[in-house]
């Protein structure tokens, strides 16, 4: 009764105490998007956990890879497509999305992505052919593209403006904190099957709770014309803030998944650590990076220059992804700056994903303006794995190195670009 009346407290329709209107709760719940004074912790924390959700499954390809190489008698660069290839659809599919929430509502989206989830795990789980697989693999990446970019939305819907880095901040941490939960639960599950059929239910409860918890938008049909979704994806793609922010995110992607797609085989094969310890390791290792998430917000909340994070952020995460790759090191040494790569890694996230919706012309571009920086973030996640296996199998580990190098350098001199569109838009 509670959620229902502070529903209804947030609806521009008048009602009067002790008088609820007889609608059903998913009309109850409709909103029209207004500025908020107040943050709805209750339907902000349902679409971070949903986003753990969503990354939990990558999480779940990177722990059961030797598995999968053992059924599906995969090498290593087929086995980076499984973790790629999920990233396929939203290379291309962030702005399409971003439109769609026009349409359809953030709410109804982000459901419908975690459904997508579940039909996508459900299918992966039952298969024997690589192929089917990697369809699965396909769907439940769009899902994650759904979740992201809708949950996005939501959040900067009813979060008020002067707690929006922050609750943005942990809303970053969903990636982390879903692959090394991922992880852990996967090395305590007998087989990478029956986990994944265990997510696929994860993601049909979460559907369920955020259609009927969390309120919706009410979607503005009157700016669906093709030519207007046309203009404000074109006005989107030639704005600095989107373009800039879509490349700095692609670097990152690009440096993470290089090195955590294949941590756990990296510690087994190169220093030899059991398997077990090196799945824990691993998620240890990322989980280190929601410290860092929750850190930048954190500071950027105190004033902190936005780009001057991103620089910093981005020469530490290079240096320390060179070493590792590079450098024959004792095995607690590399742990410690997988450690601190991940850790200082997570400023960059909740630094780009506040800034996102908000380094725009027009308020109306802010949904497809995530959809942009998504497509970034999942073009890096997409190449960083195929091109880490590829070099890996043709010239030894140290050959990681160099993408590494690469897309540091990108990414820091992006971030120096970035100096004055922050400014421009007070970020």
Same mark, same amino acid.
Request: glycine share 10%; aromatic share 8%.
């Given at each position: 009764?509670?959620?229902?009346?502070?529903?209804?407290?947030?609806?521009t329709?008048?009602c009067?105490?002790?008088?609820?209107?007889?609608?059903?709760?998913?009309?109850? &719940?409709?909103?029209?998007?207004?500025?908020? #004074? !107040? &943050?709805?912790?209750?339907?902000?924390?349902? =679409?971070?956990?949903s986003?753990? *959700?969503?990354?939990?499954?990558?999480?779940?390809?990177?722990i059961?890879?030797?598995?999968?190489?053992?059924?599906?008698h995969?090498n290593?660069?087929?086995?980076? @497509?499984?973790?790629?290839?999920?990233?396929?659809l939203?290379?291309?599919?962030?702005?399409?999305?971003?439109?769609?929430?026009?349409?359809?509502?953030?709410?109804?989206?982000?459901?419908?992505?975690?459904?997508a989830?579940?039909?996508g795990?459900?299918?992966?789980?039952?298969?024997d052919t690589?192929h089917?697989?990697?369809?699965?693999? =396909? $769907?439940?990446?769009t899902g994650?593209?759904?979740? *992201?970019?809708?949950?996005?939305?939501?959040?900067?819907?009813?979060?008020? !403006?002067?707690?929006?880095?922050?609750?943005?901040?942990?809303?970053?941490?969903?990636?982390?904190?879903?692959?090394?939960?991922?992880?852990?639960?996967?090395?305590?599950?007998d087989?990478? !099957?029956?986990? @994944?059929?265990?997510?696929a239910a994860?993601a049909c409860?979460?559907?369920?709770?955020?259609?009927?918890?969390?309120?919706?938008?009410?979607?503005? %049909?009157?700016? $669906?014309?093709?030519?207007?979704?046309?203009?404000?994806a074109g006005r #989107?793609? &030639?704005?600095?803030g989107?373009l800039?922010?879509?490349l700095? +995110?692609?670097?990152?992607?690009?440096?993470?998944?290089? $090195?955590f797609?294949?941590?756990?085989?990296?510690?087994?094969?190169?220093i030899?650590?059991?398997?077990?310890a090196?799945?824990?390791? #691993?998620?240890?290792?990322?989980?280190?990076?929601?410290?860092?998430?929750?850190?930048?917000?954190?500071?950027? /909340?105190?004033?902190?220059?936005?780009?001057?994070?991103?620089?910093?952020?981005?020469a530490?995460m290079? *240096? &320390?992804?060179?070493?590792v790759?590079?450098?024959?090191?004792?095995?607690?040494?590399l742990?410690?700056?997988?450690v601190?790569?991940s850790?200082?890694?997570?400023?960059?996230?909740?630094?780009?994903?506040?800034?996102?919706? /908000?380094? =725009?012309?027009?308020?109306?571009?802010?949904?497809?303006? *995530?959809?942009?920086?998504?497509?970034?973030?999942?073009l890096?996640?997409?190449?960083?794995p195929?091109?880490?296996?590829?070099?890996v199998?043709?010239?030894? @580990?140290?050959?990681?190195?160099?993408?590494v190098?690469?897309?540091?350098?990108?990414?820091?001199?992006?971030?120096?670009?970035l100096?004055? =569109? +922050?400014? %421009?838009?007070?970020?």
């Amino acid at each position: 009764m509670l959620r229902h009346i502070l529903s209804i407290s947030s609806m521009t329709l008048p009602c009067h105490p002790g008088v609820l209107p007889t609608r059903r709760i998913s009309e109850m &719940t409709e909103i029209n998007t207004l500025p908020v #004074t !107040r &943050t709805d912790y209750i339907s902000a924390s349902l =679409v971070i956990a949903s986003g753990v *959700v969503a990354a939990l499954q990558v999480g779940k390809a990177a722990i059961a890879i030797p598995a999968l190489r053992s059924d599906f008698h995969l090498n290593l660069e087929q086995a980076g @497509w499984v973790m790629s290839i999920f990233a396929l659809l939203a290379v291309i599919g962030g702005i399409p999305v971003g439109a769609a929430i026009t349409r359809f509502g953030d709410r109804n989206l982000i459901v419908a992505g975690l459904v997508a989830i579940a039909a996508g795990s459900a299918t992966g789980a039952s298969t024997d052919t690589f192929h089917v697989l990697l369809a699965a693999r =396909v $769907l439940e990446g769009t899902g994650l593209l759904f979740v *992201v970019i809708a949950g996005s939305a939501i959040l900067n819907r009813v979060a008020a !403006r002067e707690d929006r880095d922050l609750i943005f901040a942990f809303w970053s941490c969903y990636m982390p904190a879903g692959i090394a939960l991922a992880i852990l639960l996967g090395l305590a599950v007998d087989g990478w !099957r029956l986990f @994944w059929f265990a997510n696929a239910a994860v993601a049909c409860l979460f559907a369920i709770l955020l259609q009927f918890l969390v309120p919706g938008e009410a979607p503005d %049909r009157a700016r $669906l014309s093709p030519g207007t979704l046309m203009n404000n994806a074109g006005r #989107t793609i &030639t704005s600095a803030g989107p373009l800039l922010l879509a490349l700095m +995110f692609a670097m990152y992607g690009l440096q993470f998944f290089a $090195l955590f797609s294949f941590l756990p085989v990296l510690l087994v094969e190169r220093i030899g650590v059991p398997h077990t310890a090196a799945g824990v390791m #691993t998620a240890l290792a990322v989980a280190a990076n929601i410290a860092g998430n929750i850190g930048a917000g954190i500071a950027l /909340r105190r004033g902190m220059p936005r780009w001057l994070l991103l620089a910093a952020a981005s020469a530490v995460m290079t *240096v &320390t992804g060179i070493a590792v790759f590079l450098l024959p090191l004792p095995a607690g040494l590399l742990f410690g700056l997988c450690v601190v790569f991940s850790g200082v890694g997570g400023c960059l996230p909740s630094a780009m994903m506040g800034a996102a919706p /908000r380094a =725009v012309p027009e308020p109306q571009l802010g949904a497809m303006s *995530v959809g942009l920086v998504m497509q970034g973030s999942n073009l890096g996640q997409m190449i960083g794995p195929v091109v880490v296996g590829s070099l890996v199998d043709a010239g030894g @580990w140290q050959a990681a190195a160099m993408p590494v190098a690469i897309a540091g350098m990108v990414a820091i001199g992006n971030a120096l670009f970035l100096r004055n =569109v +922050f400014r %421009r838009f007070q970020l």
